[in-house]
């Protein structure tokens, strides 16, 4: 009986120690883990800030680019009320040379009847001053 107690408490130290072993193996393994969770802690918390800056300068990218396209929208807009302005005087100026083009070739036309009508009117001018001339030559011979 003393050698199966010897043998038991062999057995049992022999336990004692392995469950030491396991129990110190866990307690290490447990600190890692500790060690470990609070990295993750650190790094989560340094993870959220890093995305927040991101989200803050691109949000600060994003309105800037905003402003830029209306900034270029609205000069667009007003270079195209500009150029509208331009074609309509532009258009305006041509209507007022076609007309002006149109009243001169009516000018012109008047211009030419009253040159025709000046050589006629030359024309009979001369006529009558040869009459005029035979008939004084005709009134001197009767004379």
Do not use: P
Not at 23 to 45: M, P, S, W
Not at 69 to 88: H, V, Y
């Amino acid at each position: 009986r003393r050698d199966e107690s010897t043998h038991l408490m062999t057995d049992t130290a022999s336990q004692r120690e392995k469950i030491s072993e396991v129990i110190e193996y866990i307690e290490k393994r447990l600190a890692e883990l500790e060690t470990e969770k609070d990295e993750l802690k650190d790094f989560q918390r340094l993870h959220k800030n890093r995305r927040s800056l991101e989200y803050a300068l691109l949000t600060h990218e994003v309105a800037d680019a905003v402003k830029k396209i209306e900034d270029a929208e609205n000069k667009k807009a007003l270079e195209m009320e500009r150029s509208t302005g331009r074609w309509s005087r532009i258009s305006n100026v041509r209507a007022e040379i076609d007309e002006l083009e149109k009243v001169s070739e009516r000018e012109s036309k008047k211009v030419k009847e009253l040159e025709k009508q000046l050589t006629r009117l030359k024309s009979q001018a001369e006529r009558l001053e040869e009459k005029k001339a035979r008939s004084e030559i005709d009134a001197d011979e009767i004379r």
